[in-house]
């Protein structure tokens, strides 16, 4: 006798769910893998920041990013970086720190933008560039050093008329068989700005002009 074998519609329907359920997944894992970039494999994404001091470049400028504050991540590299103030708003200049913000402690937001994942940061902003000071020799009069000039000196960040010179050293010489000069006096200059940064020490000569004696008219009866 021939052998039947019988079938139930409902279990042919599960059989084909088991498989759609296989597929999907297996898709969705594809899509996943090949699109890393996408919101919804970045949603749970780890971020991490990290406090730092932050020094201002040659024109007292520093653009914070995102390699400044935080750690490398999975998120999708598509970030927004604020830079905070006091108020909890973003500075006028962010995320650019200058000269107005020297020697304070900002706050720093990270964001991934699909994801919206974000983290905290604070920076101490710093000036760690000395001045700039050149010495170049002069000739004068040996009146004129009372009132004479000091060494030409800039600063990336301080204004030069708040710049510090000090005179550390001072060296007379005479000069008593040259025909132009009576005296030769060398000094040592050192700058300092703002933020406490010094310049290297430059030395500028002054040459002292001697009296033209033939300029000079005496009266005709010195009794």
């Given amino acids: 006798m021939k052998k039947t074998t019988f079938t139930s519609n409902e279990q042919g329907r599960s059989t ?14 594809l899509f996943l893998i090949f699109n890393p970039g996408n919101s919804f494999a970045q949603g749970n994404c780890v971020m991490a920041c990290f406090n730092t001091q932050v020094s201002v470049d040659e024109n007292c400028e520093a653009v914070i990013t995102f390699d400044m504050v935080s750690t490398p991540s999975q ?31 900002l706050t720093v937001k990270v964001m991934d933008v699909p ?14 560039m000395p001045p700039v000071i050149e010495c170049s020799n002069d000739t004068m009069a040996c009146w ?14 301080t204004d030069p008329d708040d710049i510090t010179v000090t005179l550390l050293n001072e060296t007379i010489s005479s000069l008593s ?12 200059y050192v700058a300092t700005d703002a933020s406490g940064n010094q310049s290297s020490v430059c030395h500028k000569t002054y040459f002292l002009e001697r009296i033209d004696m033939s300029l000079i008219e005496f009266p005709s009866d010195l009794s």
Avoid at 16 to 29: M, P, T
Avoid at 115 to 128: P, R
Avoid at 177 to 188: A, E, G, L, N
Wanted: aromatic share 8%; hydrophobic share 35%; charged share 20%.
């Fill in 16 to 29: 084909r769910n088991w498989k759609e359920i296989i597929y999907s997944v297996s898709a969705l894992c």
């Fill in 75 to 105: 998120c999708s590299g598509n970030y927004v970086v604020e830079v905070l103030g006091s108020n909890g708003l973003p500075i006028p200049t962010s995320p650019m720190v200058n000269h107005e913000h020297i020697g304070l402690t």
């Fill in 115 to 128: 994801s919206g994942n974000h983290c905290w940061s604070t920076i101490l902003v710093e000036d760690k």
């Fill in 144 to 157: 004129q050093m009372i009132d004479h000039d000091i060494p030409f000196v800039y600063d990336n960040c």
């Fill in 177 to 188: 068989c040259d025909p132009d000069f009576i005296k030769m006096v060398t000094r040592s």
